[in-house]
Structure formats: structure tokens, C-alpha cells
């Protein structure tokens, strides 16, 4: 069976978009990262977040666990209890990571007694969920497969990279550190040892009180400068971070290719997705619909941490009756804020849940609260305020930031 849609949806969920681009943007300031207790240099916050971003991919494999404090109703975790995405969005999971520096990944998130994994091989992507025991293969089409091999290789790093963001610290912290601007301050603190390793310390806070985020630190690996730990701390909660994704172990050698190999039981049932990518320059394949007319171009509001995107003609019934119409032509970036777009994306379950039969109008019910303007959602990181006139505002700002753009 084969289904064409509109552009890859990481089948990871909002806690891992949510670290992955809380930070707007980084200004270094000269303070010193102290190599006092350590065989670790001193270095400048601008020389570490240079070095961060030169560096090279590295082969590695470890031990990862994500822990999500967004404030959201317990109910929502205890339907998802096995290896589903949706335990991202509360408590404590653990997943197992292996790539090869380039273009091979895989990722299992591990339940009591069951697996989801992902497995990213070039231009495909496998993903398997044990409680539902489908095989998701995610492709491209052959002019697409041509249109790749043909980009230069930063154009194909990207556009392979857009399609499988997984919810590890270098996603994590990569697009905090692709994105220096004037939107924060940056600082070093003390070192730390994560998963065994001698690590440096970014604290990145932003330059407003008008945000929910309060700060974001990033460790990262002295040796190869590869981000081992991201924390992000909510203005809502001083006692712990809204988000952590951090290894517990991790080994730098090359993973076995075996590894890599994907191999569907032989039970499973397999679904294929043919996704299209962008070309060099962010434009969209001619093969993709173009939804003239249908959605209006998202409205944004304010910049760096005060960002809020408004979109608006939203059927959110059709939304709640998982019509993938009603959400149709909304573009898949919705200006950098991918945060935004994929909480969202809870409220039109694509990925399946793991074996669950959730009532979405309930789930809506559950994650929502009643307002004078509509139905609001609201966490430790991020708020959505859905209005009655078929409006949608996304921003990591208050919720009453939102209601008085209504």
C-alpha cells in the first residue's frame, strides 16, 4: 500500500522539536570555560560555539534518556505506557542510538515489553512499532532520488537531515547553535562529566522576559564537541528542566552494519509513505500540491523568543476527525518554528499509537481548556490558543500573550 502525502513527519514528537529549537539565537560573551580540575583547555563561549559547529559527525552509539516536565494531564501518559512517541510528552523514556556519522541511523525507544525504532538508510526511512507491528517505510521518488544524488553535499546533508529528526542531544542542540543572532546572551559554567566524559557547559538565556523559556544548557563532549546533554528550563518550574535529552553511556567507535540493516518481521504489515524533499534553496518539488487558496500563509508575530505564528482557516473538527484536508496546505515549515508545527501534529495523530485507540475529540479535551477566545492549550514550554473563528496561535510565550493577540 502505498500513500503520497505532503512533506515527512519526524515520527518524533514535540519534547524533541521543542529542545531542538527553543534557542533563537546566541551571542557570545567573553567569559571563560575553565579547564581548572580537568585535562580540558580554557576556551572563550565564542570558541566553543565555533568549535560545536565545525565539527565533525561522529560515529557513535549509546544510551539516551529523555525526560519531559511540560505540565501536561497525566491521562495522556498512561494510555502510553509501551514504546510509543507519545511517551516524549511526560516522564521518563529511554532510547538506544547508533549511527554512523553520515547518513545511517537508528534510534529505539524502549518500552516495558515493546520497541519503536527508527531506522534512517540515505533516502529511506523505516519505522516499526511493535504494540501495532507496522512497518512504516518512508521513500522518495525516483526523479526525487535523481534530484538528490545531483545536489552538492550540504544540500543533500539537509535535505536527508529534514527527514528523520530524532530526539537525541545533537538534535537537540543543533539548531540552537545553527542559529546565532541577537536574541540571547551566552555564558560558560563549570564543567561537568556526562556519560563518563570530561564535558564543557553553555548556558544560553534569552534576551526577554517575554518567553516561556527561562534558559537552555548545553553540554558538550570536550573531545570531539559533540553535544552529550541538553537541558531546558521553563520560567514556569525553578526545581527541574522542562526538557533534558542526555546520554547515559555513549562509545565513539563505528556501529556494526548490521546494525543498520533494517529487516521487517515477517508478521508486520508495511504502509509506504513517498515523501518529497526540497531542492537546494528551501523550494518545494514541483510534485508536491500546492493548496492554492485553501490556507492563507501563516502570520508571524514578533521575533527570537517572542515569536508567535498565527494561522488561520483551521477546521478543527475535521482536524479531530483526522481529515487530512483540514490541515492541508499549511506549510511544513511554519517560519522555523518546528516546535510549533509539531505539537500541533498532536492533534492529528499520523504516527499511529502504538496499539492505543484514542478518542482525538477526548484527547482535545484532555490537552485543551475552555476560553473566552476558544480552546487553549498550555505547557511549561510552549502554548496554543485554537480560536473559535477557526484561528490558530503557536509561540514558547505565555498564554495570555496569546489570548490578547486574539
Known amino acids: 500500500m502505498t500513500d503520497r502525502r505532503t512533506p515527512f513527519r519526524s515520527p518524533w514528537l514535540a519534547p524533541a522539536a521543542v529542545a531542538a529549537a527553543v534557542a533563537m539565537g546566541l551571542i557570545a560573551q567573553p567569559l571563560l570555560a575553565s579547564g581548572e580540575g580537568s585535562d580540558l583547555p580554557d576556551l572563550t563561549a565564542e570558541e566553543l560555539v565555533a568549535r560545536v559547529l565545525e565539527a565533525e ?8 534518556v529523555h525526560t519531559a516536565r511540560l505540565g501536561l494531564p497525566d491521562l495522556l501518559f498512561t494510555e502510553a505506557s509501551g514504546a510509543d512517541p507519545m511517551s516524549l510528552l511526560g516522564g521518563s523514556s529511554t532510547l538506544r542510538l547508533w549511527t554512523d556519522g553520515d547518513e545511517r541511523a537508528r534510534v529505539s525507544l524502549l518500552g516495558t515489553m515493546s520497541e519503536y525504532s527508527v531506522v534512517a538508510d540515505g533516502t529511506d526511512v523505516w519505522t516499526y512499532s511493535s504494540a501495532d507491528d507496522e512497518v512504516v517505510r518512508y521513500t522518495m521518488s525516483d526523479a526525487d532520488r535523481a534530484r538528490l544524488e545531483a545536489m552538492g553535499e550540504e544540500g543533500r546533508a539537509k535535505a536527508l537531515a529534514e527527514r528523520a529528526e530524532l530526539p537525541t542531544p545533537q538534535e537537540a542542540a543543533a ?7 541577537e536574541h540571547s546572551s551566552v555564558r560558560v559554567d563549570s564543567q561537568v562529566t556526562v556519560a563518563g566524559r570530561d564535558a564543557y557547559q553553555l548556558v544560553v538565556t534569552p534576551d526577554t522576559d517575554g518567553t516561556l523559556v527561562d534558559h537552555v544548557v ?3 563532549d570536550g573531545e570531539t564537541m559533540t553535544p552529550l546533554r541538553v537541558q531546558t528550563w521553563s520560567t514556569q518550574d525553578e ?5 533534558e535529552v ?5 562509545d565513539f567507535s563505528a556501529p556494526a552494519e548490521s546494525v543498520f540493516e533494517f529487516s521487517a518481521p515477517a508478521s508486520a504489515t508495511q504502509r509506504d509513505v513517498v515523501v518529497p524533499i ?10 508536491m500540491p500546492a493548496h492554492e487558496g485553501e490556507h492563507p500563509e501563516p502570520t508571524v508575530h514578533g521575533t527570537g523568543w517572542e515569536t508567535v505564528i498565527e494561522l488561520a482557516g483551521v477546521d478543527v473538527a475535521a482536524m479531530l476527525a483526522q481529515d487530512p484536508t483540514a490541515m492541508g496546505g499549511m506549510p511544513e515549515d511554519f517560519t522555523g518554528s518546528e516546535e510549533a508545527e509539531d505539537l500541533m501534529e498532536e492533534f492529528k495523530p499520523e504516527h499511529g499509537a502504538g496499539g492505543m485507540d484514542l478518542d482525538t475529540g477526548a484527547l482535545f479535551e484532555q490537552l485543551t481548556a475552555e476560553v473566552p477566545e476558544g480552546r487553549l492549550l498550555s505547557s511549561t514550554l510552549l502554548s496554543v490558543l485554537i480560536t473559535d473563528d477557526g484561528r490558530v496561535l503557536v509561540g514558547a510565550v505565555p498564554a495570555e500573550t496569546l489570548r490578547a493577540m486574539a
Open 278 to 287: 526540497p531542492a537546494e534553496g528551501g523550494e518545494m518539488p514541483a510534485e
Open 218 to 220: 548545553l553540554a558538550v
Open 175 to 181: 539548531d540552537a547553535l545553527a542559529k546565532v543572532e
Open 246 to 250: 542526555s546520554f547515559t553511556d555513549v
Open 57 to 64: 559527525p561522529q560515529a557513535m552509539s549509546g544510551t539516551v
Open 239 to 243: 526545581t527541574a528542566p522542562a526538557v
